[in-house]
């Protein structure tokens, strides 16, 4: 595996992507955003392969509920089977179907070790021509994960039954982390199904380029998470 960069801001010189992360350091509440965002979801999500069945944190799934918060927050969820590739869903709220979900190329593992720094960028570049589409409707996307680059992924047209079935065990949950139920009901040679799920802040730079940071629901210091959407010419 190739070695993990402690620099979240190793090879990250994309004009667009410079650009939003200057946006947390010259408005004020960004940048007090930016010290405490992620909060205790990333040290959970670190935990993983400690976590076991008996300490599933998901008592409320199965049961629709109305969303904890009420705000215009996005919603992002990293999924993934602790040794299988690691995906990505977006929505407008968790009771909607997602308006963005990939399979990144990189497994759960890999991204825990990224979390270790305790700042984790991930970055998603289309390297489309044209403009026809809306920025999170491009399909081929180069990934980046603080700064390193790890391959092509596509988005999906169509939810695979496993990201089908985490969206419906997590329709009631606002924010979280911790080990859902397999598909079925029965353990794969990828091991337990895990998850974690936060609210972000959209900033829309232009139609080229947005981003996602990670809220922290109590506002302590914390890690962060971001994720940023950019389209090339």
């Known amino acids: 595996m190739p070695p993990v960069h402690s620099s979240p801001y190793y090879q990250m010189d994309n004009p667009a992507i410079l650009s939003l992360l200057r946006h947390t350091t010259t408005v004020h509440h960004h940048e007090k955003r930016s010290k405490s965002t992620g909060g205790g979801l990333l040290k959970m999500f670190k935990l993983f392969p400690m976590l076991t069945s008996g300490c ?7 049961r629709p509920r109305k969303p904890l918060l009420k705000d215009n927050a996005t919603t992002g969820t990293i999924f ?3 040794k ?13 179907l997602p308006m963005f979900v990939i399979e990144l190329p990189m497994l759960t593992s890999a991204l825990q070790k990224e ?14 021509k044209t403009h026809k589409k809306k920025l999170l409707e491009e399909y ?29 065990l997590l329709r ?8 859902l ?53």
């Open 115 to 128: 979390m270790a720094s305790d700042i984790v960028r991930i970055a998603l570049e289309s390297e489309t």
């Open 84 to 96: 299988g590739r690691v995906s990505l869903a977006i929505q407008e709220d968790p009771h909607c």
């Open 56 to 62: 599933k944190m998901v008592a409320l799934l199965g």
């Open 172 to 179: 009631g949950v606002s924010m979280g982390a911790g080990v």
């Open 181 to 233: 139920p397999s598909p079925n009901e029965k353990e794969t040679a990828d091991g337990e199904l895990t998850y974690m799920r936060g609210r972000f802040e959209r900033v829309v730079g232009s139609k080229d380029s947005e981003a996602l940071y990670m809220i922290n629901p109590d506002g302590a210091p914390g890690p962060e998470l971001s994720i940023f959407f950019v389209r090339t010419h």
């Open 140 to 168: 081929v996307w180069a990934v980046y994960c603080n700064g390193r680059k790890v391959g092509y992924s596509i988005r999906r047209k169509t939810m695979s039954d496993d990201e089908l079935h985490v969206m419906q």
């Open 80 to 82: 993934g089977f602790r």
